[in-house]
């Protein structure tokens, strides 16, 4: 894991559920999946403006989105994705990532379906801790 000073994020639990560490990124599965796959892309540096991002932190977001569609579409069956930034309860820059689904999709022996909307996911229960890790094993790279 990074040597920054991840303490402000540590709600997201990054040192467990980071499935990819970028230079400037880290990418955590969600504790609430609303729709399979859901993760928290968050900026390794404490600011609570993306306007402050700097132009090489703003610059490698396109590559940590473009992996984290990839392997969504090859691994989960994605066909689209919403991103949510609102930084309500937690004032620094970070993105709340939802892949989509046409289909259900069965995996760790459960049937995932997406309802088509978004609008209750701040309400979604808190996935368990075996759960969550064999959704971060799973799309982590080979």
């Known amino acids: 894991m990074s040597e920054n000073n ?5 709600k997201f639990r990054p040192d467990e559920l980071c499935i990819k560490e970028f230079k400037f990124w880290i990418v955590c ?4 999946q609303v729709t399979l796959g859901d993760v928290v892309i968050l900026l390794k540096r404490e600011t ?3 306007s402050d991002m700097t132009k090489e932190e703003a610059s490698e977001f396109p590559e940590v989105v473009k992996w ?4 969504c579409r090859e691994k989960l069956g994605a066909i689209k994705f919403n991103y949510i930034i609102m930084m309500m309860h937690d004032p ?3 993105y709340h990532a939802f892949p989509r689904y046409d289909k259900n999709v069965e995996l760790f022996d ?3 379906e ?3 909307t978004l609008s209750n996911f701040a309400s979604v229960e808190k996935a368990n801790d075996e759960l969550l890790f064999k ?3 799973y799309l982590k790279e080979r």
């Open 68 to 71: 984290y569609e990839n392997i």
């Open 135 to 137: 959704i971060r094993d």
């Open 29 to 32: 599965v969600r504790q609430k």
């Open 114 to 116: 997406d309802k088509n």
């Open 110 to 112: 459960l049937v995932w």
């Open 92 to 94: 620094f820059v970070h």
């Open 48 to 50: 609570k403006n993306v």
């Open 6 to 10: 991840l303490e402000f994020m540590k």
